[in-house]
């Protein structure tokens, strides 16, 4: 008797034909590359930014060299993580991106929901599955050079790990959320709802600007009432009940001496540990 092996790699289907047939018509239509291998869609996007004729998804089944928020590196395995970057151009200048990350955020966060994988946001930008990290969010702007100064490039890469081994959380450090059955889906599919809550989130973030997005971020936040601990270079700054963010993406932490609003930067939120 021979054991027959199921193939669950879902990503050898992958098609830009197929992604672009099933998204939603968007004001901006986006072209499609899927790469076997690269360093990091991010990297390539950057690099490409002049050559671009407009809004870019570059999606790789592997990367050998993903990036990672704060200088970290990004692990992730082909057929268990989907890596992938979109390169947007806004007709506003680079600092009216401020906020950007979060705006994603809930765009990835509503486009899930749509397949029944119920996540809730850490600030400033991670998606949480049941308290586990499913996704992360990097973001690479450019605004100077070439372009008018009212016009700005940004390169939005997401990881999301669909079903890494928990060897990965040991290595990390971090726990890191396993749904086997999101890396069964058909990716074609999944890559569309992605693409189309994306491409409409960031039509809307240039019209109406992070206002269209506080609200439904709040109602995701994963630490809303909880004790967090703001951390930075290792100490901890503020310790507090968090309260969501305000108008200009600050995180809100209610401390014994008052509230505080905390910029994104190289800081991290962490629950308090018991
Ligand atoms: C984080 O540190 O949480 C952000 C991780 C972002 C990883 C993605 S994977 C696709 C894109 N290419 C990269 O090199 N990084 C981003």
Known sequence: MSACRYNADMTATLSPEQIAAL???????VRIRIVEETGSTNADLLAGLPMLAGPTLLLAKHQTAGRGRAGRTWLSAQGKSLTFSLAWKFGVPVH??????LAVGVALAEALAMFNIDVKLKWPNDLLYNGRKLAGILIESA?????PHDVSW??????????????????IGRPVASIPWMAELDQNTLMAGLLSGLADALVQFEHEGLAAFTGRWNSLDAYAGQVVTIIDNGQVVHEGIGAGVDGIGRFLIDTPGGRVAVMAGDVSLRPREA
């Open 96 to 101: 009216a991106l401020v906020g950007l990350p």
């Open 23 to 29: 998204c939603r018509p968007s004001a901006q239509p």
């Open 143 to 147: 605004g100077a050079g070439s372009v």
């Open 154 to 171: 940004a390169v939005i890469g997401i990881g999301i790990n669909m079903s890494l081994d928990q060897s990965v959380s040991e290595h």
